[in-house]
């Protein structure tokens, strides 16, 4: 069992920056791949970044704008957001999967996400 704790989320301005932290759970933290999704209002909840082992891989959209990181001694992951636009605006969620994948589907465990808000 793996819970995931979320924090970091607030308002920022259109060019400015946030870092989410996802706190987590159990002692098995490193044997899982890590994943960001957001889910905007009306929208369908969207991959942005993973990172496995010293894999990593974002999103078209964010890529270049985010960094995804880890840090296994604290059990947390972080997902560092640059250059935020309007269009980030969403309820950002990490997640853990066995799979090194970006379908949110196969995410075994959830946070119960975090609101990041880009104004213009």
């Known amino acids: 069992q793996v819970q995931l704790v979320e924090s970091g989320g607030g308002m920022v301005q259109a060019g400015g920056s946030l870092r989410l932290s996802c706190a987590a759970s159990g002692r098995t933290f490193g044997s899982y791949a890590m994943g960001w999704f957001r889910q905007a209002p009306g929208k369908e909840r969207e991959f942005v970044a993973i990172m496995s082992g010293a894999y990593t891989y974002y999103a078209g959209s964010v890529k270049g704008r985010f960094t995804i990181s880890r840090d296994n001694a604290k059990n947390t992951v972080y997902l560092q957001m640059n250059s935020l636009k309007p269009e980030d605006t969403a309820v950002y969620y990490c997640?853990?999967?066995?799979?090194?994948?970006?379908?949110?589907?196969?995410?075994?465990?959830w946070g119960q996400g975090t609101q990041v808000t880009v104004s213009s």
């Open positions: 997640a853990a999967s066995r799979a090194t994948t970006t379908r949110w589907y196969e995410y075994d465990y």
